[in-house]
C-alpha cells in the first residue's frame, strides 16, 4: 500500500510540474496525508519549485504539525455520524427465542 501512495503522490507532483506556465497558478487538491510537507507530494516536486501547502479541516482540532502546511482554511466541524449502523442493523442475526 505504501508503494502505492507514494507512486500516486509522484504522479500528481509531476501532473502539476508539468500544467506549469508562467502567470498561471495550478491548484492540485488531495487527501490530508498526499499534501503533508514531510512525506507526500511536496517531496516530489522540484526544488526549484514554488508551492504552498493550504489545508482544509473541519473543526478547532489540528490536523497536520504547523511545519507541514503554509495556513489551514477551518471549516465548522460536521458531527460523526455511523454509516454502517443501519446495514449493520439490517444484517443483524435474529434471535431464534425473539423473532
Given at each position: 500500500m505504501a508503494r502505492v501512495q507514494l507512486a500516486?503522490?509522484?504522479?500528481?507532483?509531476?501532473?502539476?510540474?508539468?500544467?506549469?506556465?508562467?502567470?498561471?497558478?495550478?491548484?492540485?487538491?488531495?487527501?490530508?496525508?498526499?499534501?503533508?510537507?514531510?512525506?507526500?507530494?511536496?517531496?516530489?516536486?522540484?526544488?526549484?519549485s514554488s508551492h504552498l501547502i493550504a489545508m482544509a479541516q473541519a473543526g478547532p482540532k489540528a490536523q497536520a504539525e504547523a511545519s507541514e502546511h503554509d495556513f489551514v482554511i477551518q471549516t465548522p466541524a460536521v458531527p460523526d455520524k455511523d454509516y454502517c449502523a443501519k446495514l449493520r442493523a439490517q444484517w443483524a442475526p435474529s434471535d431464534p427465542q425473539n423473532p
Open positions: 500516486k503522490d509522484a504522479l500528481m507532483a509531476h501532473t502539476a510540474q508539468s500544467a506549469i506556465q508562467p502567470g498561471k497558478t495550478v491548484v492540485l487538491l488531495a487527501g490530508r496525508g498526499h499534501v503533508l510537507r514531510s512525506v507526500g507530494i511536496p517531496t516530489w516536486l522540484a526544488p526549484s
